[in-house]
């Protein structure tokens, strides 16, 4: 007797289906899959730039943490050949990206700040000179007053919300205008559609940092800009697992000249992190609209907050730039251009500023008394982070500029996570009942010199 069980008719059955499958569909090739010019944001997020692995028809790219790449002979290669150039999965992500904004792929890069550092070296050399807003993260500040002026490079830096002082701040020497929307921290706009209409006139590359909203909910290269530039450690990773940088452009010749400069720096995104975009980036259309539905809710919460004195959200109809707010979401946009899956809502970001009754003592309080919320110096996470802007994050901003931009000492930067957002207020409010007001002090004491004065008639009356 055979010491094996027969296999069953069942068992036979699907062998041979499978094996009719396979002749079929041969495993030599995977099949091509084009995306419908059309498609919307959120299919482009999953499916753009993406392709199964041709060896094994894995969904998901792998990761090719490898140095080096073996060559078929002395300048015949697979279009690698050394992981400071190029890598698998780092280009996977720069089509991911490229694909997002309807751009050739982009460039990655190790961070955020690596990005800009080489725009400015790509673009810049000794005697030109740069327009950037005003009001920009403090990474950006320092590698020009301290990297970049030694070497010859001149920044002034502007009100971009005003378009008339960009275009006076121009020279004939100005190479570029680095504009960064909403300005971090205190979310001013910038009308990039006008800054793009007098840099094109004049032959200069217009550069936005569109982190804050990524291109789900705002658009710089359609409206006139020529280069996008992200820390893709926010939003589009979005789990406070990465660090990274990203730049797009449609031009061909800076895209070569970006490339050759990330290689001379060294600044190439691992191929780890990559990956790991590449995960968070299928997600980011869900993510960055629940941000900004919690992140208007909190607005709201904390504007009618007795001891908020001022909230910063572009999604408050009291914000001063509303209406340019309004004018260049991307849920306007599209319906504009009559796609079919133009959002309903309007969508203003994740990021909320705001003051205290009390100043820096009171902010102090606040984001020492947090529970919910972490001190913490990161934006665009799942979870919600609460930051001091100027000892973390714009600590290395002049006094004066920070003053001069509204970048006051108790400024506090909320990024909204996701998070039920009556848990981010809960918090808030319980955070912001540990502030003493010079109101609320006066009141106290009023109270407690009546309770005296009651219990001594009381004790009279005795």
């Known amino acids: 007797m055979s010491r094996f069980p027969r296999r069953s008719s069942a068992s036979k059955s699907f062998e041979a289906r499978s094996a009719a499958a396979h002749r079929a569909e041969p495993s030599r090739a995977v099949r091509k899959r084009e995306l419908r010019t059309d498609a919307g944001i959120e299919t482009i997020a999953i499916r753009g730039g993406r392709k199964p692995d041709p060896s094994t028809g894995a ?3 792998p990761i090719f943490q490898t140095t080096t790449y073996a060559q078929d002979a002395v300048g015949v290669h697979k279009g690698h050949t050394y992981s400071r150039a190029s890598n698998p999965t780092v ?6 990206l490229g694909a997002l904004e309807n751009t050739p792929p982009a460039v990655c890069f190790s961070t955020g700040l690596a990005a800009i550092t080489t725009l400015f070296l790509a673009t810049l050399k000794a005697g030109d000179h740069v327009v950037v807003s005003d009001v920009v993260y403090g990474g950006t500040v320092r590698l020009l007053n301290l990297v970049l002026e030694p070497l010859g490079i001149t920044a002034s830096f502007v009100d971009t919300s005003d378009v008339k002082a960009v275009e006076d701040a121009i020279t004939s020497r100005t190479k570029l205008v680095f504009v960064e929307t909403p300005a971090n921290p205190t979310l001013k706009l910038v ?11 004049l032959g200069i590359p217009l550069a936005v940092d569109n982190t804050f909203l990524t291109p789900v909910l705002f658009r710089p290269l359609d409206l006139g800009a020529d280069i996008t530039v992200y820390s893709t450690t926010k939003y589009i990773e979005g789990h406070n697992a990465t660090v990274g940088g990203s730049i797009s452009t449609r031009d061909a010749k800076l895209l070569d000249r970006l490339r050759l400069f990330r290689k001379s720096l060294g600044s190439i995104q691992a191929p780890f992190d990559a990956w790991l975009t590449l995960k968070g980036l299928k997600t980011l259309p869900l993510r960055i609209r629940q941000h900004s539905r919690g992140a208007l809710e909190v607005a709201r919460f904390l504007k009618s907050h007795p001891k ?11 914000f001063e730039q509303y209406d340019l707010a309004l004018r260049q979401s991307q849920g306007q946009l599209r319906a504009k251009k009559g796609l079919k899956n133009a959002d309903s809502e309007t969508f203003f970001g994740g990021i909320v500023a705001f ?13 020492n008394n947090v529970q919910l919320c972490t001190l913490a110096e990161n934006l665009g996470a799942t979870e919600t982070l609460i930051t001091h ?14 003053e001069r931009t509204g970048i006051t000492d108790g400024l506090i930067r909320l990024s909204v996570g996701l998070e039920d957002p009556a848990d981010i207020i809960a918090d808030l409010e319980q955070a912001l009942a540990q502030v003493v007001t010079k109101a609320t002090t006066t009141r106290t004491a009023t109270t407690r010199t009546t309770t005296i004065k009651t219990r001594g008639r009381a004790r009279q009356l005795a």
């Open 191 to 201: 009308d990039v559609e006008a800054i793009a209409r007098i840099t094109k006139k």
């Open 389 to 402: 802007p100027v000892s973390m994050t714009h600590g290395d901003v002049p006094r004066e500029q920070r």
């Open 59 to 61: 969904i998901l790219t």
């Open 355 to 367: 003051e205290v009754a009390g100043g820096v003592d009171s902010g102090v309080t606040v984001m």
């Open 308 to 318: 908020v004195t001022k909230v910063f959200y572009p999604g408050l109809s009291e």
């Open 91 to 96: 280009s996977a992500l720069e089509d991911a």
